[in-house]
């Protein structure tokens, strides 16, 4: 079994920064693809940034510039370091990993997600 765990998410005013983490554990292989979601009250969850197992990098246009997702491999975790927030950036955040467990194909898997509130 194969579990996702977020942390790093709370309230910080406008233009501060938070650096989220997600670290999976379990019978892991290898992991592909990690990325970080995010869902606000009312709408629907949307990526925010994604990292292939090479390294490329892809950013939704609302959060270029301000923030960067980067991976460690040997600790089978995602990270999301947030710079110049804004109220509009508060939503709960979820990491998805691309996971090839053993003895089991790939799949993607969730984690429970972390609350991040921008006040103004």
């Known amino acids: 079994q194969v579990q996702l765990v977020e942390s790093g998410g709370g309230l910080v005013e406008a233009g501060g920064s938070l650096r989220l983490s997600c670290a999976a554990s379990?019978?892991?292989?290898?992991?592909?693809?990690m990325g970080w979601y995010r869902q606000a009250p009312g709408k629907q969850r949307d990526l925010v940034a994604s990292?292939?197992?090479?390294?490329?990098?892809n950013y939704a246009d609302s959060v270029k510039g301000r923030f960067t997702i980067s991976r460690d491999n040997t600790k089978n975790t995602v990270y999301l370091q947030m710079n110049s927030l804004k109220p509009e950036d508060t939503a709960v955040y979820y990491c998805?990993?691309?996971?090839?467990?053993?003895?089991?194909?790939?799949?993607?898997?969730w984690g429970k997600g972390t609350l991040v509130t921008v006040s103004s």
């Open positions: 379990g019978s892991i292989r290898s992991i592909n693809a």
């Open positions: 998805k990993m691309a996971v090839v467990a053993r003895f089991a194909n790939g799949m993607d898997y």
């Open positions: 990292i292939t197992s090479g390294g490329t990098t």
